[in-house]
């Protein structure tokens, strides 16, 4: 490249960056601005060594080591322990669609696992992390330091007593401690990170026996225990002096606060730490009450992102328990409806559609312990002892998997049949209208009537509402076709974010927001919840968004559905309250697994399981199928972070205004037994970290 192209690239980045902080600025309120500039002042004098925590102070006389909160259950499945850990030092760490190899045993901590890209080790406040070039896309980078796949390591260690796997860990922790020095690097750009590796860090510290491990057993043990606790000082500071308030206060801030609050508690060793300790459980306890709707929804309105937040506060509430810290009533009960959320958006097999932004992300997780979200379940129902919960799980029937939290064993009520889990979480944002809910032959319908995300800036939201998912049996026909990325591939970012990638309407070829950058909508949607009624044969919901009221010529988009359960029959009207005309894009978009059959405005949608007819009603327009066209892109499907495949997606185009009624009949039809296929093995989601 020429010196003049290169010019006009570090221009261009330049610019975007202008813009895209010109747009965040737009999302923020009066009351953020301090909050802002204390920070630029903050890092500003902490590049220069002012007030930071590069002077670690001197631990009390008799530092309490924190009780375990996590431990083997009495009969662990030590091959599946093994074999993961063995997996990890053979064939390297898996990072999304790559693998990173172990060489001599330790990662380049500073490399890009995609890329290969070293980072340097700049200030770290000072790092534009959402910028970075060189094709660098930092979420790799983070999910290697998270250190979530050191457990498996720490396992195989507490089950088997091997030395190799301990020589590991400690080989891993220095290495990491030269390559990361406090305040230096991508590694300390971001306090949510410090979060999930100080609870990483703790599960790893019990499981290979605390203080008194033999990992610090001789004189360099020591140096290596010295230098890791100054380290877990250096974490729970920098995320309390980073806490990530108003407009980035989502599951940031909470991982944030569960990280300290599980450190301060697992090395309570510093005077100090005791009062962050406790603002950390006092935002803990805000956050869960602002950041769950009263029905449980997260109010990201991102499925992953309501596991995610719940893993944080699992981590916190087990560790408090296990030194007696515990929540208040309040902050537990909301956590238990969270749950019962969960488990009612779960379909027969333990999938849960990728709602909003999926990134496979997981802050902690165990081998052999199975799918994240279903593990997730039995710790809450080992907490709370829901019999919903208990039910759910029961009917999901999975194969046997470890616990290892110490949570007090609930005891399972008997005789469970289908769980009578609510349907309805109006509050949060979903509707789920379906037949036989919770067993092998559930019609599931998800009716989307939610808010576009959380807390201005909507950043792991997308553009869906109104949106609605089929599924049958366990097998997916209309979908939620995922995420895929974040920073690689912006067109793809925001197709994946936007309303043509749901199935919505999209009018006048835009948005029902305004995009403004990976993490940012410019503008928040409403949407209103107008009826809701079930007469145990039919169940029919209709609401209302109003994000194209920002329109020349203001529209409402209404959508009515209506279930037959009798007939399997989902009837969809679509009206438009405006005075003009306007382009209308309705997008159907199919599990990849089907196939379709048809043309115009009638098809057909099959897989082994039963077929999926639909019928469009609408004068004037035109149907078409597209499946993985790149530009502009539509036709794709990411059921995992960095990976896609083409998918069908029914596109049907025409004009509408104030008179016009869409009308969609979509006629589910199941397979007759005997040609049906065998039933699927559950499977769980997919793990970032390879603990599956």
Partial sequence: MEWRDQVMVQVDSKL???????????????????????????GAAQARGWFDASVVPPMRATPVWGEPWVAAPAAPDVAAVLAAADSLIRDG?????????LADGVPAWNTDPRTGCQVGLAFGLGIDFRHMGADIDVKYLWELNRHVWWVPLAQAYHVSGEAHYLRLLGRLLASWLDACPYGRGVNWASPVEHGIRLINWSIVWHLIGGAASPLFADADGARLRARWLDSVYQHIRFASDNYSFHSSSDNHLIGEAAGLF???????????????????KRILEQEIVKQFAPDGVNLEQAMCYHKFSLEFLAAAALAGAAAG???S?????????????????????????????ADDGLVFGFAGAGSPYLALLRLGQRLFATPALGAKLAALAPAPADDWTLAAPAAVPAALTAPQLPTAFAQGGYLILGRDLHTGHELRVTFDVGALGYNKISGHGHADSLAVLLSAGGDDFLIDPGTFCYNAAPALRHYFRGTSAHNTACLDHTDQSVYGGSFLWLRDIVTTLHAHHDDGRHVSAEASHDGYLRLSDPVRHRRRVTLDRDSGELVVEDRFECR?????????HFAPQCALEGSALAWTASRASGQLAVSVLAPGFTGELVRGREAPPLGWVSDRFYQRQ??????????VDGQTVIITR???RATPPAAARPAAVLQGAPCASGLN
């Fill in 16 to 42: 975007s960056r202008l813009r895209w902080l010109a747009r965040r600025l737009s999302r923020i309120s009066p009351a953020e601005v301090p909050y802002r500039v204390a920070g630029v002042l903050r």
């Fill in 262 to 280: 599980v450190a301060a508690h697992t090395w309570d060793a510093w005077d100090a730490v005791r009062p962050l300790r406790a603002r950390a």
């Fill in 329 to 357: 009533a309040a902050a537990m009960a909301r956590m238990e409806r969270a749950l019962v959320f969960l488990a009612a958006m779960l379909d027969c097999r333990g999938h849960v559609a990728p709602i909003g932004d």
């Fill in 325 to 327: 810290d515990h929540f």
């Fill in 580 to 588: 003009q005309a306007h382009h209308c894009a309705l997008h159907w």
């Fill in 93 to 101: 760490v898996p990072v999304f669609d790559v693998r990173v190899a």
């Fill in 666 to 668: 979509l006629a589910y």
């Fill in 646 to 655: 083409p998918g069908p997606v029914l596109c049907l185009r025409g004009m």
